[in-house]
């Protein structure tokens, strides 16, 4: 599977709680505490299995009325979460 078709989802074991400006995500496995502001929840959120990357930058774009693709911004969200295992890639089909 391509990159750009890659799917993600949220990792399994995750302790969530909704803050006024984000998530606070508690790791058991590795006793580690993650805050996620607005945007970082949203592309959580969307680590659903269903959105590939080019498709989460089409939703912020248009969440946020951006007129510039923010595919870098998700790209490196999208890094950090897989570096801290908060997500994992969706097996290919």
Known sequence: ???DETRYRQAEGLEITHVP???????ETSDRVHFLNPTAVLVFE???????????ALILSAAY???????????????EMLAESLIV???SS
């Open 89 to 91: 890639p969706c097996p």
């Open 46 to 56: 969307l680590c659903n299995g269903r959105h590939t990357r080019a498709e989460m």
């Open 21 to 27: 400006d984000g998530w606070v995500i508690y790791q």
């Open 1 to 3: 599977m391509a990159e």
């Open 65 to 79: 009325q951006l007129t510039a693709s923010p595919a870098d911004e998700v790209e490196s969200c999208l890094s």
